[in-house]
Structure formats: structure tokens, C-alpha cells
């Protein structure tokens, strides 16, 4: 890790887990470049459903850190559900959509930057924010979202072992059920009470807790660990 204070990017950083790590980061020092669907305070636009938009923000997030960025973020991510028995149409629209915005996006972003800390010949670290459902899969209407977090956790394991000798670390995080907007809507869509009794912890995870996990991968992990998969999930889904 550079001297220098960090420079950071941090997608999908408007709200939920993605602001929470922002603080995190932030409380430590780090120069960091949030970023959502549209410019705003919070950071650089940039909509990920669309291809290419993730190159566009990688180039705007190095301007804005004149030129270096030692630690990318991929947390930007949609829970959409898409039903077994959807049109072939909107099947495939669901499909894409997730793919997109989860796993894609989030590999072109990871692209640049192996790319970039190649290019500098300097060391780089990759924190990607998975989900439980890479391991325990999820409901019926979300195979997709499953399945992008999965690819997401093997796409780190292979940064990780391919770029590890150049001191470019890759990890990834993976939260049960986290305490944002996103995870009220899926408890009172799923009655809160039996979600819960499925959590030995009593509670879903708080924002903070995730956001300590990457501060910690993105800052302090020793370079040993690289391509570990933290679990954030109290004991939801022990392996
Ligand atoms: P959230 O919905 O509160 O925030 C998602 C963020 O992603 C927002 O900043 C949003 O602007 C951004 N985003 C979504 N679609 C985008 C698009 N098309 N273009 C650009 N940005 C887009 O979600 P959250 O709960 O904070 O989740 C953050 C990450 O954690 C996601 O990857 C999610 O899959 C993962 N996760 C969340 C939970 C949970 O229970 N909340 C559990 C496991 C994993």
C-alpha cells in the first residue's frame, strides 16, 4: 500500500452498504471517488445496466484522482426478483439486467484497474461486495442474482491468483441479509420474523459491519489474504 493517503473508488455509493464504506474509508483517511446511477455529490454517474458506462467511470474516477487509484470498490448491485414463469422476454431482460449491473460491470471495472496497477507497475487492491447467495443460492426469483454473485466470487479467486506475484490483492465480501432499503423491502416482502429465526445472530447485519469487513480488505488486510471471501452473515450460513 502507497504512503500517500488511498485513492479510492467506490460504486454504487449514494446509499446502503456502498455509504457506509465510504465513511469507513473516509474515517481513515482515504481520497475517495463515490459514485451512482447520475453526478451528484455523492460522485461520478454513471448507469451500469448500460455497457460501456463502466469504462466511462473508471476515466472520470482517474481524472478526479489525478491520475492513480490504488483501491477499487466494486459494491454497486440490484436484488431484482424475475419470476420462473415470466415471458420468454422479460425471462431474458431480467437475466441481462442482472448481469449486467452485478458481474459485468464489475469486471470491466476490475479490468481497468489490473490494467492500470500493471501499467504503474504498482500494487492495487480489489474489494468486491458479493453476497451469501454466491454460496447458499436465493429464492426462486432470484437464480440470476445468485448467479452473478457466485461469477462475481470466482472472477476475485482468479484476479487473485493470476496478478498476486505483482502485489495486486483481490478479496471479496459476502453479507447475508444487510439492514438497508434494499433488505427491508425483502423482509417485509418475506414476513421479517421467520427471516430472522433463520439468523442465529437474532439480527440482520448493520450497514457498518459490512463497511468495517471492507475497510479492513482495502486497507489493513495482510497480503496473504488475498482471495479470501469474508462472510458477513450471522452464522445465516456457516461453510
Ligand atoms: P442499495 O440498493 O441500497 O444500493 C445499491 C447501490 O448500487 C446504489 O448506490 C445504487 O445507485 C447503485 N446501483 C444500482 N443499480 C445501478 C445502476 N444501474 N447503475 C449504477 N449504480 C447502480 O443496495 P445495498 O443493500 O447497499 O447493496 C450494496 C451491495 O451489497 C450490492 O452489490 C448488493 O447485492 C450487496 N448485498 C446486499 C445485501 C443486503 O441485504 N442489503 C446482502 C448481500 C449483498
Redesign the pocket.
Known sequence: MTTHAPHVLV????????AAIVQALHARGARIVG???ADGPGGVG????VPGEADALWVRALERLDGRIDVLVN?????EAVAVDAPDEAWRDGWDRTMQ??LQAAADLSRRAVLHWRGRGAPGRLVN?A??AAYRGDSPAHWHYAASKAGMVGMTKSIARGYAAEQILAFAIC????M????ED?LASRGGERLLADIPLGRVAE?AEVAAAAAFLALDAPASMTGAVLDINGASYVR
Open positions: 460504486t454504487g455509493s449514494t446509499r446502503g452498504i456502498g459514485h451512482g446511477r454513471a448507469d451500469l445496466s459494491n454497486a448491485g440490484v436484488f449491473i452485478n461486495v453476497s451469501r453479507p447475508g441479509f444487510v438497508t432499503g434494499m433488505a425483502y450497514p
